[in-house]
């Protein structure tokens, strides 16, 4: 078995290629085999002459590490003093809110970012997409902090930085060119948006079309990708969840924008909730939630078989909106599966599956699905059973990044 380091290991030398041989590991609870790694990747066997270094599994399951694909890092108050929030009601009076977080708080953005995204990554996050706040109130301090800490996690945690205009793009001057700095730099791989017909639209503009035609400008000169929040309802969120449909399709963006949250969509059924789909799939937009209440999370599996990629999300992390949050993907699953009210077995892996592959594929990414090609990208864990795990939530025993060992006992080595 393990020693409370997670992991007993040993090298043998031998002259050539290097490789990592995880021994006595289940894969989803089967039973216990080898996994071997070479050069980041599951291999069907340690190759002639390679230097091998043994970790012993104890006989931990092993399960595929998994992506957050909606998180707001730059936000967080995680590890910081205790922050007592204030009533809020609407996006403005949180989007207040936060500029005065933000301006409470003694640590800079880097180092928040950097702590909350370093204890995503030791309890198994592989990936995220992160979100930064781009408003005249932060300049691009939110989005220059986000890609530091992204920096300096390269190895451990691969990060997708989306410039995020929360306060609007119509509603606050100067967010345009900001977004726009942003873009030109080279700092991130996405635009934002929120709410084009409701929360941020202009006279005249019920549509939403004026923050669009920004928001799709610029991605299309800078080559980025979109992700627009989505918070609005019935046709006002539908209306321009048609549009950006009509625009992916128009600028050639298969593929490379996505909907957060999109709560009309949670709220539609039956032949409206198809034919949405059927709109999403053929412009191939992505959908993102974060199993807020049963009300607003979207119905992953209905959408999956119309083909509409999904992906799960921790959204804010103990901020100003909430003081709930803990960056832990297989919590996250937890909690879908708990909004859902699901019992059955399958039920509760595909809440896991979710998290494992909907993310990898709404970011791009090759699933980490513990068989030879795939990336050697795993966590051990003490357990029966896959469905067990989501319910009980054991410790992250070892964490392992492109077959190197990149946390133990919840924490990064």
């Not at 894969?27 to 071997?36: M, R, T």
């Not at 995680?78 to 708080?105: F, K, M, N, T």
């Not at 960056?327 to 494992?356: I, K």
Request: aromatic share 4%.
């Amino acid at each position: 078995m393990m020693t409370n380091h997670a992991a007993d290991a040993d090298t043998r030398t031998v002259a050539g290629a290097s490789a990592t041989v995880f021994r006595d590991v289940r894969p989803f609870g089967g039973p216990a085999v080898d996994l071997v790694a070479v050069d980041g990747v599951l291999a069907d066997a340690v190759p002639d002459g390679a230097v091998v270094e043994y970790v012993d599994g104890g006989g931990r399951l092993a399960l595929p590490t998994l992506v957050d694909t909606h998180i707001h890092p730059d936000k967080t108050a995680w590890g910081e003093p205790w922050h007592s929030r204030r009533p809020a009601q609407g996006i403005a009076e949180y989007a207040a809110g936060d500029v005065e977080l933000h301006r409470a708080l003694p640590t800079p953005v880097a180092e928040r970012a950097r702590r909350l995204m370093a204890h995503a990554a030791a309890q198994g996050t592989r990936a995220m997409r992160a979100h930064a706040d781009v408003a005249p109130a932060y300049g691009l301090e939110g989005v220059t902090g986000v890609a530091e800490a992204r920096e300096k996690l390269r190895g451990v945690l691969d990060v997708q930085l989306v410039a995020f205009p929360q306060h609007g793009v119509e509603r606050a001057p100067g967010t345009v060119e900001l977004l726009e700095e942003a873009a030109a730099g080279g700092l991130i791989d996405a635009v934002g948006g929120i709410d084009p017909a409701g929360f941020d639209s202009g006279d005249g503009d019920s549509a939403g079309n004026r923050q669009l035609d920004v928001v799709f400008g610029i991605a299309e000169r800078h080559g980025l990708a979109v992700d627009i929040h989505l918070h609005d309802v019935g046709e006002r969120g539908l209306g321009p969840l048609r549009e950006i449909a009509a625009r992916t399709e128009a600028l050639g963006l298969r593929g490379k924008v996505t909907i957060s949250h999109a709560f009309a969509v949670a709220a539609l059924s039956g032949q409206e909730l198809d034919e949405t789909a059927d709109l999403l799939a053929s412009a191939d937009i992505a959908l993102t939630t974060v199993a807020p209440s049963a009300r607003t999370v979207l119905p992953f599996r209905r959408l999956a078989e119309r083909g509409v990629r999904v992906g799960l999300g921790s959204d804010g992390v103990r901020d100003n909106w909430s003081p709930f949050g803990n960056a832990d993907m297989l919590h996250r699953a937890w909690l879908l599966g708990w909004t859902r009210h699901v019992r059955l077995d399958e039920e509760l892996e595909e809440c896991f599956r979710l998290a494992a592959d909907g993310g990898a594929e709404l970011l791009g990414l090759p699933k980490a699905d513990l068989r030879p090609g795939a990336p050697a990208d795993f966590m051990l864990v003490e357990g029966e059973c896959l469905p067990q795990v989501v319910i009980d939530l054991p410790r992250r025993d070892v964490v392992v990044r492109a077959g190197r060992v990149v946390a133990r006992d919840g924490r990064l080595v």
